[in-house]
Structure formats: structure tokens, C-alpha cells
């Protein structure tokens, strides 16, 4: 009950913090002073279970405070527009977790100590492989990926591009959206296609359904290429 109302506490903490500072971690000393309210909560112990989807969606959404992408209504709240419609999709509360933490490294400040220290190893590991580390082309983190990753994460970097997807004709740049077409056949469906066997039956009927959502979705995306380049010409 201690540890509880502990967490409490550091929770209240945590959203007196975020409601003061919109801004989000405005330099390295910030950022610290905001995981040292909530690292200790973590998803450590049977208390905090409950709460930890909490936790990672207040410190996924301090993380990205600040970032905006292309949605329907023009410039939006990373957090909002992709964190969150990545989160949607999926279920599983250890998934639920690492969906809203798996930018927070790649586009932001956040550390994998970081992330270590609040929610513990098994969902920094996770959230590792789904992190494109500096200076590594796309193909190879996608075949470190997927070479690595439990079916845990591979559902969520199947969530996050059937996302992107979704959204992805917001962005004006025809030649890059086709580049991320051929890009989800060749590092996403062509690398899942040589892997299904191994990650076991658990989640085998969810990473089905979202592979053929990916391929429903390409076929929506490359008809309005087709569409705007009949256009053109």
C-alpha cells in the first residue's frame, strides 16, 4: 500500500510538472529533474503494473511536447496525430507501453538509460529495436529488427507504419510517399514474410490482420499516386 500511494504521489508530481512546463524538456538539467519524479515508479513492481501505461503515455507526451506533424487539419501534435494512433491500434498492455515510447529515443532526448530507469530493461530492449540508430539506413535497422524482435514488437512496428500509411498522403512530396511504398514491401512485408515462422502462434492472427491492413492501405495510397500522376500528365 506504501509503494502505492508512493506512486501516487510521484504521478501528482509528474502532472504538476507537465502542467507548468508545456514547453517540454527545455534543456538536459529538465529532463532530469522530470525522470527523477518518475523513474522510481517504473513497471517494477505488481503496484505499478496498473499505472504503467500512464506513466509511459506522461512521459512520451513530455518527450514530444513541442513536435508537430502533417495530419488532416494541417501541422499537429506529434503525440497526439502518431503516438496515439499507434497506441489505438493495439491491446496488450506491455505493447500498449513500448507504442508510446517507441519514438521517444529516435526523435527526441530521451536516452535508453532513460527509459531503463523508469520502465526497466525488457521494454528499453524493446524499445531499442524499434529505435533507427544514428547513421543506420533504414534496410538494416529493419532487418536488425526483425531479425531480433519478439512478435510483441513487431506488431508495433507494424502498427506504427500502418499509421504512417493512414496519414502519409498529407505529406506533398509524391516521390517520397512512393519511396515509403516500395520501402513497405521490401523492409516491412518482404522482411515479415521471412521471419512469421519464428515468432510464434500468440500473436499470429493480430500481425495477420495487420499486414493485410498494410496492404489494403497500400493499395489506397499508390491508387492516389496513380491518381495525381494521370493528373499530371
Known amino acids: 500500500a506504501g509503494g502505492h500511494v508512493r506512486l501516487c504521489h510521484i504521478k501528482y508530481q509528474l502532472r504538476y510538472r507537465m502542467e507548468q512546463n508545456m514547453q517540454g524538456f527545455t534543456n538536459t538539467a529538465d529532463r532530469n529533474e522530470t525522470i527523477s519524479y518518475i523513474e522510481e515508479c517504473g513497471c517494477q513492481t505488481e503496484a505499478a503494473e496498473a499505472d504503467c501505461v500512464k506513466t509511459a503515455m506522461a512521459f512520451a507526451r513530455q518527450c514530444h511536447q513541442g513536435q508537430t506533424r502533417l495530419g488532416r487539419d494541417g501541422k499537429v501534435p506529434y503525440y497526439d496525430e502518431h503516438i496515439l494512433g499507434v497506441y489505438h491500434i493495439l491491446e496488450d498492455e506491455t505493447v500498449l507501453v513500448v507504442a508510446l515510447l517507441h519514438d521517444t529515443v529516435e526523435d527526441t532526448d530521451c536516452t535508453f538509460e532513460d527509459i531503463e530507469k523508469i520502465f526497466g530493461t525488457d521494454i528499453r530492449d524493446h524499445v531499442y529495436l524499434l529505435s533507427k540508430l544514428e547513421g543506420e539506413t533504414f ?20 502498427a506504427d507504419r500502418l499509421h504512417n500509411l493512414r496519414t502519409i498522403l498529407f505529406v506533398s512530396n509524391r516521390k517520397w510517399i512512393q519511396r515509403k511504398v516500395n520501402q513497405t514491401y521490401t523492409d516491412i512485408l518482404d522482411r515479415l514474410e521471412q521471419v512469421k515462422d519464428n515468432l510464434g502462434e500468440n500473436y499470429a492472427s493480430e500481425i495477420s490482420m495487420l499486414k493485410d491492413k498494410i496492404i489494403e492501405q497500400l493499395a489506397v495510397v499508390q491508387a492516389e499516386l496513380d491518381k495525381k500522376r494521370e493528373t499530371i500528365q
Open 139 to 158: 534496410s538494416d535497422y529493419s532487418k536488425r529488427l526483425f531479425d531480433h524482435a519478439p512478435a510483441q514488437v513487431v506488431m508495433i512496428k507494424l
